[in-house]
């Protein structure tokens, strides 16, 4: 009897080319795909939104987010993804489906959504002129600040986008993409961004 | 002599000489500096002769020296990259240009069409429509082909463009348009109060008039004064200077369209960058400060090369250091057209007379024409002596009839100023006329915008420093900036006194708009036959219509009908302004989405898998499916397609089907919700169990089908076909929160989380069993026909398990999380491999679901009923639904309905074709006679004929009638005999075994 390997395979494995792209020199953006992530869809129930806020608060220690914003914990994000709703993105398993179902038991509907998505994180000198190319989001810092966050849309395909912490003194961009779009979209940045030389990676951290 | 700079001037001008850049224009090798535009470096050559105009293949010269040019249009660059109808004045020069001539043949020298001339009293206005009538038909083939090719412009390259463009947003408190003195005090007032400021300059050094004019501003010369604000300016974070950047549209909600010659500069743009940038800028305020195009005057011969407005002549002289005359004569009707004759003097060029159409010159003049040595007529030029080689003589009609006659090789004409009233006026507002400068000034401008400087009528430097300044400070005020703006940048105000004056009449084709060739009898002839409105003028006559919008021509054409029409300039009033302000290369609008990325692609979770496969792809909506699975030595897709069918048919098979929409239902409600989106009832699916659901439009009409499982009392996992995904989402979204907001339902979209492969074959258990966890039961019994639940692969993985079948084969449909996709693939193939497993693409699931004759899009087409496609009885009676009340509608439940029924030739060997119409045996094929058409069609490897669907007019009450397939597209005519949609295993013994 056979016994079957389940290796999973990132939507971005195959387009991915990790090291330098474009222009020549010092790179002025660093794309980053963040690989193999736990994102969870969370949507009160009917006239339970106070209740799921609760059960968030309880659970990660912040309120989850109300308006566009995504709220970092030690060991998770929420990012807003409408109204009464939030994404919950984390990593190895501590905060998947399986364990907040609990959690938001009666106030929440939760649906898995971490095969759908990848996860692009985009920063440098660079990184807001090259995404100004696909967002029609101001990404000014006075503008969107870290923790700003949006449901928007780039290259026709929908995109949540936010920003997280600052890396070394530079604003962080993260990209949840659509996976079966990913590609497609991967060469449109690619396209924007090869001007400013890109150094182009993938990680399975944060 | 052409070729060695002869008329550049020793010294001066913003050029840099010790760049020299060699060209070619014609064919012919010139040398000019960087900082020269093409015109400039033609001028510098002494080249007069640069095209051949539009309708008569007149000679013409250069005009202007900006982007209001008519005249000096040309091809620029070769083979891929030529670009037609680009303006010398704003092509700036790179070493190893290359550009040509338009409009003649064949050469610019000798232009044989130029014999139009001799004919120009029979091409007035209207002479296409009125000679090319007869016969009708002759118009597209003969007449407008003969035409186009006569009356021309450049030629587009006609291969693919090389070079990328792109699109990006930019956002801020205020966009300035223009960096001439008002655009650069408004920078300066609104950047020093903190505001986020985009400064657009169309020209690639900023300054506008005063790189031509000069002057003074505070204290300073006007370069040094312009190079320390530039530098302030660039010192703020927060202010964005764009040079090379024209803002060419105002649109909804503060947002402009730019287009930015990033690197038209260049003979090709460097790796890795593009040609023209897009931008679309969000701004709370506007400053239009986009000043004032000088006018010309219509008088006869004012078309000849070496006739130039007078500011173009400052241009040259100051900017470019190029002489476009030795002995220049002034033609003006206001004090600014002087500073040409100051410019030409000081430059040490010979003025050989000023002729002032006003009563009356200043002292200051008249003492510089007499140091000048230079005549001052009162009058107005009435004809040019020249021609190709340009001006040779002038004359002159004298305020009280008599004439005198002018020597010079250069004609300076200057009718007064326009605002550039484009922007101000793209949201249809209409400028007002103001008596004191003869010209039209922006009113009823757009939101958040304000006009400043020449582009609001403040023709004086002190004016426009004022006003640009004072605009800047309140746009940035408005915006909530109120940092300090510290103190206003001053200059004197220059006197602008004129005296208007529109057409001069005499003998000869007077020009109004170059570009189109009309003159003003073409204006006059038009009043005549009743074409008075400014609207029909213009398009009547062409007039404004070229590529430069009218920007010389418009309000002179407009002031010569007032007069033959005997009302007032405001009263005849402006046509309606409208963007582009230059033209834009539809590549930019493009951006990157041009080839393959021409729109977003979507891919399954196995496509690398199937890739690698050697499967052949075909684009369904966005996604990139695989169609089938080409093996060595097949000769064709039937081939492939017919193995790949007896393959699942005989044994098992396996297909990708991810591009079905998958949507989580969720809640307490999520059942009575589906009751009321489905026609059939779902919530009393039990738990573990999946039904095949269909959906009405409000208009009783079918929108789509799917099947929907039931996975948790209060978590339904529904499916859509994959072209409706979207629109399903959209639709049950809007059911959700405006239909039913009183149910307690979640939606979300799980289509790119799963991946989903249709398993299908008698031998489907026995695959299955080798890749499942042996605990679970797959017997009939442990998994029943329908069933749906979560099951355990061999290797710890869950996965969901449903027990449905589109190709009427013992079939599931596993799911697994898409990241797994690939993996899934891959060990189908490898469990699958002792029962000779077959991948098989979309055109055997489309063969397998007409041999078992279920509906899908070509037969759910936004016109068929439950009734049309058989599935009437699945509507509930119990219960309300969408679509319900309105699906009973008369002619919805009419007899006499094409419904869907089986379609198959009766000579066995024929081929059947979608779209053949059915007609009734021995009746004629028409309207009348049509019962409806093919909608789908397989070869049927089963049947081992063509089959079909159709939908017939009472089809299922004809089983067994022969009737004719009528297919005029292919002209064909067989016959064919309607039988039961089910092809196969009509009583569906083989999905249950």
Redesign the interface.
């Known amino acids: 009897?056979?016994?079957?390997?389940?290796?999973?395979?990132?939507?971005l494995e195959?387009a991915l080319i990790a090291g330098p792209y474009?222009?020549q020199g010092d790179s002025g953006v660093a794309l980053t795909e963040i690989r193999?992530f736990d994102l969870v869809?969370v949507?009160?129930?009917?006239?339970k939104a106070g209740e799921m806020i609760a059960a968030a608060k309880a659970r990660f220690g912040v309120a989850a987010p109300e308006t566009p914003k995504a709220i970092g914990t030690s060991d998770a994000s929420l990012i807003w993804s409408g109204p009464d709703q939030f994404l919950v993105l984390s990593k190895g398993g501590k905060h998947s489906i399986e364990a907040l179902a609990p959690v938001f038991a009666g106030s929440?509907?939760?649906?898995?959504?971490?095969?759908?998505?990848a996860l692009i994180s985009v920063s440098g000198d660079k990184a807001r002129?090259m995404l100004?190319?696909l967002?029609?989001?101001?990404l000014?810092s006075d503008?969107f600040g870290v923790g700003a966050a949006a449901a928007t849309s780039m290259?026709?395909?929908s995109v949540t986008l936010w920003r997280g912490a600052d890396r070394n003194g530079q604003a962080v961009f993260n990209l949840l993409v659509?996976?079966?779009?990913a590609?497609?979209?991967w060469?449109?940045i690619l396209?924007?961004t090869?001007?400013y030389g890109v150094t182009i990676g993938h990680s399975e951290e944060f | 002599m052409a070729g060695d700079q002869a008329n550049r001037l020793t010294s001066g001008g913003l050029i840099d000489r010790s760049t020299a850049l060699s060209f070619r224009f014609d064919g012919e090798n010139f040398l000019g500096f960087k900082g020269d535009t093409l015109a400039s470096a033609l001028v510098a050559n002494g080249v007069k002769l640069v095209g051949r105009s539009f309708k008569y293949h007149r000679p013409r010269g250069i005009l202007t020296a900006g982007s209001e040019e008519p005249n000096a249009l040309v091809e620029l660059r070769s083979g891929a990259r030529r670009e037609p109808n680009t303006k010398a004045t704003t092509a700036e020069l790179y070493e190893g240009l290359e550009a040509a001539s338009q409009n003649r043949w064949p050469s610019l020298n000798f232009d044989v069409m130029s014999v139009n001339q001799l004919f120009a009293p029979i091409f007035v206005a209207g002479f296409y429509y009125k000679t090319f009538m007869w016969p009708a038909k002759f118009w597209e083939a003969i007449y407008e082909p003969a035409i186009r090719r006569a009356a021309g412009l450049g030629r587009a390259a006609g291969v693919s463009d090389p070079d990328?463009y792109?699109?990006?947003?930019?956002?801020c408190d205020v966009v300035i348009v223009g960096s001439g003195p008002a655009g650069l005090a408004a920078a300066l007032a609104a950047g020093r109060s903190g505001a986020?400021v985009i400064l657009c300059e169309e020209d690639f050094v900023l300054g506008g008039r005063l790189l031509a004019n000069g002057g003074t501003i505070d204290g300073l010369p006007a370069a040094e004064w312009v190079a320390r604000t530039v530098a302030e300016l660039e010192a703020l974070p927060?202010v964005r200077i764009m040079t090379r950047t024209t803002l060419f549209g105002v649109y909804d909600g503060g947002t402009y369209g730019a287009i930015e010659h990033v690197n038209d500069h260049l003979p090709v743009p460097p790796?890795?960058?593009?040609r023209q940038r897009l931008w679309?800028i969000?701004a709370r305020r506007c400053v239009v400060a986009a000043g004032a195009i000088e006018r010309p005057i219509v008088f006869a011969g004012n078309d000849t090369p070496g006739v130039m407005m007078a500011s173009a002549m400052r241009s040259y002289i100051n900017r470019y250091a190029a002489a476009p005359a030795r002995r220049i004569a002034l033609f003006t009707n206001n004090e600014d057209g002087w500073r040409t004759a100051e410019t030409a003097i000081a430059a040490g060029l010979q003025v050989a007379a000023v002729i002032d159409a006003r009563p009356d010159v200043s002292p200051a003049h008249r003492s510089l024409a007499s140091k000048g040595g230079f005549p001052v007529l009162h009058g107005s030029v009435s004809a040019v002596d020249g021609g190709k080689t340009g001006v040779r003589k002038i004359s002159v009609s004298l305020t009280g009839g008599a004439r005198a006659e002018v020597e010079a090789d250069g004609l300076a004409v200057s009718g007064g100023w326009n605002p550039a009233v484009g922007p101000t006026s793209y949201h249809r507002g209409r400028p007002k006329w103001r008596d004191d400068i003869a010209a039209f000034v922006p009113d009823g401008v757009p939101p958040g915008m304000a006009a400043a400087g020449a582009a609001n009528g403040a023709f004086g430097l002190g004016a426009c420093l004022r006003e640009g300044f004072e605009a800047g400070a309140a746009a940035a005020r408005d915006a909530g900036r109120s940092g300090n703006i510290g103190s206003m940048p001053a200059a004197d105000d220059e006197i602008f006194s004129i005296t208007p004056l529109w057409h001069v009449a005499g003998k000869g084709k007077a020009f109004v708009d170059q570009q189109h060739d009309v003159t003003a009898s073409d204006v006059e002839l038009a009043q005549r036959e009743g074409f008075q409105s400014v609207e029909h003028l213009k398009r009547y006559t062409t007039l404004g219509m070229a590529t430069d919008q009218g920007k010389t021509s418009n309000v002179a054409g407009l002031a010569i009908m007032a007069a033959v029409s005997g009302k007032s300039i405001p009263e005849t009033g402006t046509t309606i302004y409208r963007p582009p302000y230059v033209p834009v290369a539809i590549g930019a609008f493009a951006g990157?989405h041009r080839d393959e990325?021409f729109?977003?692609?979507?891919?399954?979770?196995s496509h690398?898998w199937a890739a690698e496969l050697g499967a052949v792809f075909v684009d369904t909506g966005?996604?990139k499916r695989a169609q089938w699975y080409p093996r060595a030595g097949e000769k064709d897709w039937l081939e492939s397609v017919t193995r790949e069918v007896k393959a699942v048919r005989s044994g098992v098979g396996f297909c990708d089907v991810?591009t079905l929409g998958k949507i989580?239902v969720?809640?307490?409600?999520a059942g009575a919700f589906l009751d009321r989106v489905y026609i059939n009832a779902f919530s009393s699916l039990a738990v573990g169990k999946g039904r095949y659901g269909l959906m009405l439009r409000e208009d009783g009409i079918v929108y789509d089908d799917g099947t929907t499982s039931r996975l948790a009392e209060?978590?339904y996992f529904l499916t859509t076909t994959t072209a409706k995904a979207g629109l399903v989402m959209q639709h049950l979204e809007f059911c959700r929160q405006v239909l039913f907001p009183e149910?307690?339902?979640?939606l979300?979209?799980?289509?790119?989380?799963?991946?989903q492969f249709s398993i299908a074959g008698p031998k489907t258990r026995d695959l299955l069993q080798?890749?499942v966890d042996p605990a679970e039961d797959l017997s009939n019994e442990g998994f029943p026909f329908m069933g749906a639940r979560e099951v355990k692969?061999?290797?710890?993985?869950k996965a969901r398990l449903f027990r449905i079948s589109f190709s009427g084969e013992m079939a599931f449909e596993i799911s697994?999380?898409?990241?797994?996709?690939?993996?899934?693939a891959r060990?189908l193939m490898?469990?699958g491999e002792p029962f000779g497993v077959t991948p098989y693409g979309t055109e055997a699931l489309g063969v397998m679901r007409i041999e078992k004759g279920h509906v899908a899009g070509p037969e759910l087409n936004g016109t068929t009923t439950a009734g049309d496609l058989g599935l009437g009885k699945m509507m509930s009676t119990k219960k309300d639904f969408i679509g319900r009340v309105m699906a009973r509608r008369e002619a919805l439940v009419a007899p006499n309905r094409q419904v869907v029924v089986g379609i198959k030739p009766t000579d066995k060997a024929r081929r059947l074709r979608s779209g053949a119409h059915i007609i009734p045996k021995g009746e004629t094929p028409g309207p009348e006679n049509d019962q409806g058409y093919v909608t789908s069609v397989c070869f049927s490897p089963v049947l081992d004929q063509w089959i079909g669907l159709g939908l017939v007019e009472r089809g299922r009450e004809r089983i067994g009638e022969i009737v004719r397939a009528h297919d005029p597209l292919r002209s064909e005519d067989y016959d064919v005999e309607l039988c039961n949609s089910v092809f196969y295993d009509p009583d569906g013994g083989r999905q249950r075994g």
């Open positions: 009897m056979a016994e079957f390997s389940w290796d999973v395979r990132s939507p195959r474009g222009a193999n869809q949507m009160a129930r009917r006239g929440a509907s939760l649906s898995d959504q971490s095969h759908a998505r002129a100004a190319k967002s029609s989001i101001d000014h503008v290259d026709h395909t659509f996976a079966t779009f590609e497609s979209l060469h449109t396209d924007s090869a001007e | 990328h792109d699109k990006a947003w930019a956002h986020r927060d790796e890795h960058q593009v679309r969000v990157h990325n729109h977003a692609t979507r891919l399954t979770p690398h966005l996604w991810s989580d969720h809640g307490p409600d209060d978590h149910l307690d339902v979640q979300t979209s799980v289509s790119d989380q799963w991946a080798e890749i692969l061999r290797g710890g993985l697994v999380p898409a990241r797994h996709g690939e993996a899934m060990n490898i469990a």
